[in-house]
């Protein structure tokens, strides 16, 4: 077999360090494609993007320049001062690869907050956590309390960050290994400028063809731009192309006059942009600017266009001096208005100006996410100080709601509040490590000389400004596109960048023991330099040092502390093979990481498309696809859904902890019993219709509960076996109990119990459920009216007036759909008893807020007050109408004025007095 000649096999790993370069830049904006990555098997395709990378990186890294053989930096030096220099060494290599150190911290992180421990430990280090396990767990379950639990309140949810984060340490490897070298650097940022301009054109696209639906996609969700769902997301995807776009224009700018000799003035004057005018790339560059900044103001993101903006600031104030600022300044509105033209001329709104110049009373933002910050920061302060796990913050501010909207925040739409809350004082310090490091890097690159790494800064002030600010505002950085974007450029700067000066070193020929230390690693070095004669310079009779060979050290030399500090030293000047044996082990424990990611992610993805595939068979079960009544299936159908509901069962057998598997086999059993139940009445003579209505949910447990007006009604009707020893609810149950032990505060497992657990004292244990759900779900108005109703069904007055009380505070508007409830069921709860207590408003000290609360409650009394008024006199509540006067003694609108007249009219005033 014929060799390669070492320039040829050098040729060949250099190219491929070139693709495995394209490739790194590439993956993310490939994986954006894909709904931007929000989807649970995107994770699942990053991860072997990623190892695939690594393998590849680990090929290419021996074409990389060895690090010299270090040599003794000190003469006569103390040991404080060689531990000093060594950690100071370590120091710098650790800032070099600071992203790789500071995701691989984030991913302990997660996995310790996942390891069970004791819950006296729990208690110190999250007490919003241990209480949902001592307190929230045992009331629901009916069990005692466990004794050991992790910190985490989703181990399985965290479980999944840990090795997202792991993902993305191997993506600050994969970078901070390839674009050490200056032409890759420029490969990247044009890499990345690319992935914006084409994520721009997509966009644009989306929202001319299919406005209001995401590229690929055939739903309405959301509001999306291009291939993303969110434009947020896509704003941040977008800050991201636009910063290397900025980096590729310094650089441009600084390499051409570098080479007319300019390189000392910020701005060589109009005749060096005269000659940059006549290159076709600084135009292109300039076109990929002007064409990213029209994306992100079309997307429509507020966030995204003032991290751009800031962004921009904060770079023409670090590269323009201040002669020069006006001309920097001019420019960059001459872009933005170039945009904006643009945008106009093709018909395309500027949605992001027009929102970001809205005026929003009371909420600053517009959309609720300002009001649910304060409940993040009480959630924060309770699980201080190392969080309630990382990914978990969909459950961990359930119980700390007060102020924010109805809708479930899987997200808290800031990053940095969200991992506060996740992680605690621990993220704290990882997210301070990460900042202080970044801004040591950005001032070594802006004090070189090198144009790309001028460029390469710029970018990653442009980024790191414009992410900061956006990410207040969004949660992009837990998408994994958005992620390794980021990562990458971070993993460059951190890599190019080197100390203002190098370290001024002695010369150690003053003391010989250095010379020893020398001697014996030149010598184990494979390296080994020669005389003309073939033998080695300290073989000499002579010292290297010009010291006689017999001359006497001092006795100092002789101690065991220096001979102690002699082997020390030499631990740093390891050959060659100690070095590749290093290589080999680090890729290794990253390789075998992300296996461990890889199958979490595909148990992940698994899952949902399991979920997926049941929901095509409740979908056409309920829509007239296959039958025509609900809750019927054909035998297709229910063949398929056994065959699911088996595979579920293994999939729970091998990852007991993963709660959305418990609770989709939960729905499968659900539709399962539902469909056997309707066959067994309708084989008693039932019609179908009435048997898909006698089998709801929540019309068994009423039915179960407090029995039925007629004989139909009757347990033995539904068929054998009884309802109470159904072996698919009491499956139902134990999986729900099996759901709150791996996730204490899960909502969809309470509701499961509350309306199907058949099964001992079901009243009281409804009641307790019920009561845990008013706090988890306190600020939802169709949550707290479904609570009310299932409180009336077990005769729970005082949780169903609580809860209605709650839902008419926060949605006066549903007022005639309850007293409509309640006139059906003739229940005996007066009209009074259901709007808020007369000093309510007094306990909330926002002044604001306050304010807005006292005008829904004003509103509800006169509108109760209104329908009272049509209904008979005997139904009818006199201390609302007292109330009601109460308020109307100053009227303020004409319909106060003509409902005070109609409230005093001769026969409202015949109504009884209030108790």
Not at 11 to 36: E, F, K, Q, S, Y
Not at 299 to 322: F, H, K, P, Q, Y
Not at 770 to 775: E, I, N, R, W
Request: aromatic share 6%.
């Amino acid at each position: 077999m014929t060799l390669l000649p070492i320039d040829s096999l050098a040729m060949l790993r250099h190219n491929l360090m070139t693709l495995t370069a394209c490739a790194t830049v590439a993956v993310p904006g490939l994986v954006a494609l894909d709904c931007g990555g929000l989807l649970p098997w995107d994770l699942w395709i990053s991860s072997v993007a990623v190892m695939a990378l690594v393998i590849a990186t680990w090929f290419v890294q021996s074409a990389c320049p060895p690090r010299r053989t270090p040599s003794a930096p000190f003469i006569n030096a103390s040991p404080a001062a060689i531990v000093q220099h060594y950690v100071t060494e370590t120091l710098e290599r650790g800032l070099q690869r600071s992203p790789m150190v500071l995701w691989a911290a984030i991913g302990l992180l997660a996995l310790a907050q996942s390891i069970p421990l004791d819950s006296g430990t729990v208690w110190s280090l999250s007490p919003a956590s241990a209480d949902a396990f001592t307190q929230w767990l045992p009331q629901a379950t009916g069990q005692p309390a466990p004794q050991s639990f992790p910190v985490s309140v989703s181990a399985w949810l965290t479980k999944n960050f840990a090795a997202f984060a792991m993902v993305m340490a191997a993506m600050a490897y994969v970078a901070g290994t390839i674009f050490r070298h200056r032409h890759l650097v420029l490969l990247m940022m044009i890499g990345m400028a690319i992935v914006g301009v084409v994520h721009s054109a997509l966009g644009f696209y989306q929202s001319v063809v299919s406005p209001g639906v995401f590229l690929f996609g055939d739903r309405r969700i959301g509001h999306p731009f291009g291939t993303f769902i969110n434009r947020n997301n896509a704003g941040a995807m977008l800050n991201l192309g636009l910063a290397a776009a900025v980096g590729l224009l310094v650089y441009r700018s600084r390499n051409r006059r570098s080479s007319d000799g300019m390189v000392s003035h910020k701005f060589g004057g109009f005749s060096h942009f005269h000659r940059m005018a006549q290159s076709v790339s600084w135009w292109m560059i300039v076109l990929a600017t002007v064409f990213i900044s029209a994306a992100i103001v079309a997307c429509g993101s507020r966030g995204a266009l003032l991290g751009s903006a800031c962004g921009a600031t904060i770079c023409v104030i670090t590269v323009a001096s201040s002669r020069r600022l006006p001309i920097v300044v001019f420019a960059v509105v001459v872009m933005f208005a170039i945009a904006m033209v643009t945008l106009g001329a093709a018909g395309i709104e500027t949605t992001a100006v027009d929102r970001l110049l809205e005026n929003h009373t009371g909420d600053p933002v517009g959309d609720g996410r300002a009001g649910h910050w304060p409940d993040a920061w009480r959630s924060a302060l309770a699980s201080f100080p190392i969080g309630g796990g990382m990914g978990a913050y969909r459950y961990a501010y359930l119980p700390f709601q007060a102020t924010g909207g109805g809708n479930w925040y899987r997200n808290a739409d800031n990053q940095w509040l969200e991992w506060l809350v996740e992680g605690g004082l621990a993220m704290a310090l990882i997210l301070l490590a990460a900042g202080i490091g970044t801004i040591v890097a950005f001032r070594r690159l802006l004090r070189t000389s090198d144009p790309i790494d001028y460029g390469l800064a710029l970018a990653g002030i442009f980024a790191t400004t414009a992410i900061a600010t956006s990410q207040t505002f969004d949660f992009a950085l837990t998408l994994p596109p958005i992620a390794m974007t980021a990562t990458l450029l971070a993993a460059a700067v951190h890599a190019r960048q080197t100390p203002a000066a190098p370290r001024q070193r002695r010369d150690p020929s003053h003391d010989q023991r250095f010379a020893r230390i020398r001697q014996r690693a030149t010598e184990n070095a494979p390296h080994r330099q020669t005389n003309s004669q073939g033998i080695h310079p300290s073989s000499t009779s002579g010292s290297p040092h010009g010291r006689p060979a017999g001359e006497r050290r001092s006795p100092v030399t002789n101690s065991d502390s220096e001979e102690w500090f002699e082997e020390f030293q030499s631990l740093f000047i390891a050959p060659s093979q100690t070095r590749s044996l290093m290589l080999m082990v680090v890729p290794v424990l990253i390789i075998a990481g992300l296996i461990l990611s890889t199958n979490r992610a595909a148990a992940i993805a698994s899952a949902d498309s399991l979920q997926r595939h049941s929901q095509w068979l409740t979908d056409a079960s309920g829509s007239g696809s296959g039958t025509s009544t609900p809750g019927t299936l054909t035998s297709v159908q229910y063949a398929n859904l056994q065959s699911i509901d088996r595979e579920l069962d293994l999939a729970i057998q091998r990852y007991p902890d993963c709660e959305p598997l418990m609770l989709e086999r939960i729905r499968v059993l659900r539709l399962l019993f539902r469909s056997e139940r309707i066959q067994a009445l309708t084989t008693q003579g039932v019609s179908a219709e009435q048997a898909s209505l006698l089998t709801r949910p929540h019309r068994i447990r009423w039915v179960t509960l407090r029995g039925g007006p007629s004989s139909l009604l009757s347990g033995s009707k539904f068929g054998d076996p009884p309802l109470d020893r159904d072996p698919r609810l009491e499956s139902i149950a134990a999986l729900s109990r099996q759901a709150l032990e791996a996730n204490p505060l899960s909502e969809i497992a309470r509701w499961n119990l509350v309306q199907l657990d058949l099964t001992g004292t079901p009243a009281e244990t409804c009641r307790v459920l019920l009561d845990q759900l008013s706090v988890l779900r306190g600020q939802s108005p169709s949550a707290l009216d479904s609570i009310a109703r299932a409180a009336l069904d077990i005769q729970d007055t005082p949780i169903a007036i609580h809860a209605w009380q709650r839902m008419l505070a926060l949605d006066p508007s549903g007022l005639p759909a309850v007293i409509q409830q309640l006139r059906k069921r003739q229940w005996p709860i007066r009209l009074n008893q259901l709007l808020p207590p007369q000093d309510s408003g007094n306990s909330i000290d926002d002044a604001q807020r306050s304010s807005v609360l006292m005008a829904r409650q004003r509103q509800l009394i006169l509108d109760a007050a209104r329908l009272q008024n049509s209904m008979p006199p005997t139904e009818q509540d006199p201390k609302v109408l007292t109330r009601a006067m109460e308020i109307l003694s100053l009227p303020i609108t004409a319909d106060e004025r003509a409902l005070k007249q109609t409230l005093t009219s001769p026969l409202t005033n015949s109504l009884p007095a209030p108790d």
